[in-house]
């Protein structure tokens, strides 16, 4: 209980520091306004500030369990669970250890997300219409333990969505099932575990090959956007 109360209590406090820092800063910035015609200035200082830290954390799996399920995660590596209601959200930073196995069971959010580290860690889509967004980077394996993703099931409503690059960083293993990956953002595939898909959409940036590519559902490449074979090949997917 000291635990919960403590990571409970961590939390609250930065989110009302942060609120300190912007009342403050909007002080401060009415005060430039009033004697500045320098906009390029202003709008430098504006861009400085908002990429202040805004009460990220990081999780690390203490048990099996779903990701939206606050005795899922601890804020240290085997520490204790979180505070109820507590979970990852956009901007966190996962990291999947132990040994353990979270279910991806609702539409769920995270910065980075490591799979093995400490043991091994393993993602699992066990619901439809479910979506995992990784606004950065995902390592699958590491040298304490291997990495797993298993999309899995009948329906492409499961969803990996990654906004920066993945890495195979130790034994991995990638399980597609019927669902669906979608790439944001330039990055290279890997050439071995992460290069075999069900649906694959590249939503954003340069997705660049690094092998071959199966794709034996739909692939989509949406305007702006670029899939870059190089020297390799793509299989023919049955809609694109």
Do not use: H
Request: some cysteine.
């Amino acid at each position: 209980m000291i635990t919960d109360f403590e990571n409970s209590t961590n939390k609250t406090d930065a989110s009302i520091s942060n609120m300190k820092k912007l009342l403050l800063f909007y002080a401060f910035l009415s005060e430039v306004v009033s004697k500045t015609t320098n906009l390029p200035g202003i709008i430098l200082l504006l861009i400085s500030f908002f990429t202040f830290n805004t009460n990220a954390a990081t999780y690390y799996s203490r048990a099996n369990g779903n990701w939206n399920n606050n005795n899922t995660w601890s804020l240290t590596s085997g520490g204790g669970a979180v505070g109820a209601g507590v979970f990852p959200v956009a901007g966190d930073i996962v990291i999947v250890e132990g040994g353990f196995s979270v279910n991806i069971n609702t539409n769920s959010a995270c910065a980075t997300l490591q799979l093995g580290n400490t043991g091994n860690g393993t993602i699992n889509f066990n619901s439809n219409n479910c979506e995992l967004v990784v606004s950065g980077n995902v390592t699958i394996g590491a040298a304490g333990g291997s990495g797993t993703i298993t999309v899995g099931g009948v329906s492409a409503t499961r969803v990996l969505n990654i906004g920066g690059t993945v890495t195979i960083g130790g034994t991995a293993t990638f399980t597609k099932g019927s669902g669906t990956v979608i790439l944001n953002g330039n990055n290279t595939l890997p050439s071995t575990v992460f290069n075999n898909f069900t649906n694959l959409t590249i939503n954003g940036g340069i997705t660049t090959l690094a092998s071959n590519v199966t794709v034996s559902g739909a692939l989509t490449v949406k305007a702006g956007a670029t899939l870059d074979l190089s020297t390799y090949s793509l299989s023919t997917p049955t809609s694109v």
